[in-house]
């Protein structure tokens, strides 16, 4: 997808309605028959006879608690968009805690 997607913005970031936008139109390839390999700048090797997968559709659910995305996780496959704090920018090392990070509340 990171090859293919011309409306996001591959390895330099995106945005997940964009992507599922794409898989809607598309699809996904297997991981065997279209390896990740992580180099920016790739061919488009997308064959859709090969495509396994294409979502119907996505529901786009913002500023939700802890608690509501626990219960999504546990109907459904979720996407999570990350704030980059500078906490997060100049991470080293260790675990990170929402403490530190502040994204989010309760």
């Known amino acids: 997808m990171i090859d293919c ?10 945005w997940t309605s964009k992507g599922y936008a794409y898989t809607s139109k598309y699809g996904l390839m297997p991981k065997a028959d279209y390896p990740y390999t992580g180099l ?16 119907t559709g996505f529901v786009q659910a913002r500023y939700v608690s ?5 219960d999504m996780v546990s109907k459904q496959p979720v996407t999570v968009g990350i ?6 920018r100049n991470y080293k090392s260790g675990i990170l805690l929402e403490e530190n990070l502040g994204c989010s509340s309760d």
């Open 66 to 70: 802890n608690w509501q995305l626990k």
């Open 40 to 55: 920016k700048g790739a061919a488009c090797l997308y064959d859709e006879t090969k495509a396994v997968f294409k979502n």
């Open 83 to 88: 704030v980059v704090t500078n906490a997060f």
């Open 5 to 14: 997607d011309v409306t996001n913005n591959g390895c330099e970031g995106g």
